[in-house]
């Protein structure tokens, strides 16, 4: 997801006031001194406003409506961000805007009202002055608010590409199962690895083609033995996408953890999302013991089961057909 950050109050202020002295100094020269000086202080006014517009106000415009998403993302929006803390940040910035604009109208109209007299070209001065002043007051305000927005559009720019509405093959289980590791095998994908539990905070997506297509395979967050009203976020990343998305779900199985905790959470996810298919996958093959992949067939039986290592390439053929 494309978002823009934006800068820091003090970094806005400086590109604002920059450009109002720009402005200021191409003005052309009047017919009279005094007209000269009005002329640049209008200038200098309507500058900070126009950066300001296409600055802030682009980044409001741009900001998705969480309530038009599609299911899967307005439900991945919820757990990755505070989306009505993001909304009054963005609503703040959009306000201090329009109060900007409209001291701007009020400032100019008061300067073209002035006329040559006595202690005018001070007066034109002094508006111009009391309008940056109240300028930078505003958007130093919006430190708390920039910071708020900046860190959910850091956290949404992560999230992947991800069409909900084609076919996708799922990587479900606990968390060190080995998901990313057999993702990288039937992929093009490399994603990154660690040896240590919920390694995947986020969804990973890698493809493979069939039938000149490319197919989604979605690696999601390793999922605890537990009710879903006691999973945290992370966790429930993976249960939106089994919610939202179409398709199977390959259930990795662990051969060297504990197998009842293995089966109960299969159990759990096969009872909640009855509408999708399923496929086991025997995972760590070439380190588990003879008896280990015996129990773990065992605790699966009667599900479509393949051995990872040498079944990989039966994987790969169930999923090509």
Known sequence: MNLKLIEKPD??????????RKKAGAYAKQKTPFYTIKGKEIAKIEAPYDFLESTL???????????????????????????????????????TVRIIKNMRREKIIALKEIR???????????????????????IKKLKGPITIYNDAA??????????????AYILAGFPNV?????????????????????????LN??????????????????????????????????ISAFQHLKGTIIFVVDPLQEMLEQQNLFAEIKKLFSDKG????????????????????????????????????????????
Request: charged share 30%; hydrophobic share 40%.
């Open 57 to 95: 106000l682009k980044v409001v415009k741009d900001f998705p409506s969480v309530d038009k998403l599609e299911p899967f993302y307005k439900d991945l929006f919820t757990f990755v961000i505070d989306v009505n803390e993001t909304k009054i940040a963005l609503a703040k910035v959009s306000a």
């Open 116 to 138: 040559y007299e006595k202690g005018a070209v001070q007066h034109s001065k002094d508006l111009t002055r009391e309008y940056f002043g109240r300028v930078s007051s505003l």
């Open 278 to 321: 399923f496929i086991i996958v025997i995972n760590k093959t070439d380190v588990a013991s003879d008896e280990q992949i015996k129990k773990a067939q065992k605790a699966f039986e009667g599900n479509f089961m393949i051995l990872e290592g040498e079944g990989l390439d039966n994987l790969k053929a169930e999923l090509l057909k």
């Open 154 to 167: 850091r956290k949404l720019r992560e999230l992947p590409s991800i069409k909900a509405d084609q076919e």
């Open 205 to 238: 997506v890698g493809s493979f083609i069939k039938k000149y297509l490319p197919i989604q395979v979605i690696d999601t967050p390793g999922l605890l033995d537990r009710p879903i009203s006691k999973r945290n976020n992370i966790e429930l990343k993976a």
């Open 178 to 202: 080995g998901k990313s590791t057999l993702m990288g095998k039937i992929t093009t994908s490399t994603p990154k690895t660690a040896a240590y539990p919920f390694t995947t905070k986020g």
């Open 11 to 20: 970094i806005l202020l400086e590109a604002s006031f920059s450009r109002a």
